[in-house]
């Protein structure tokens, strides 16, 4: 499963209701990439459940492969997150469905959701 950084702003927030949305997801693989790093990495010594997120679910981040897709994908949308691009291919390209709490965005970009 493919994680968006809603995901990750929500183990900030309410570290209890994600736990308790992942029990229900214990045999996934999950995988972000660096473009959402880069949006909810901020302080990293206050992000103390971020840093615990990533570890205990073995998140696998992904470099950014393809900025040339990512900008074709926004043009055929005519879209302009470059981070909800990079997550919907990501997600298209693992045939994984991507955990989101912006699932409108990123099906426009054709990526299936799971909704926060």
Known sequence: ???DAGVFYLAERNPR???ALLTELTDEDFATNEAV???V???P???VPITRLLA???VEVLPLTDGRSIGVLLAQTET???V?????LLARSWNQPVLTSDPNDLQALGAITITL
């Open 84 to 88: 909800d691009a990079s997550i919907a």
């Open 41 to 43: 990495w901020r302080n």
């Open 17 to 19: 209701r994600l736990a």
């Open 45 to 47: 010594p206050r992000q």
């Open 1 to 3: 499963m493919i994680l």
């Open 56 to 58: 205990s679910l073995g």
């Open 37 to 39: 790093m880069a949006q």
């Open 80 to 82: 302009t997150d470059v």
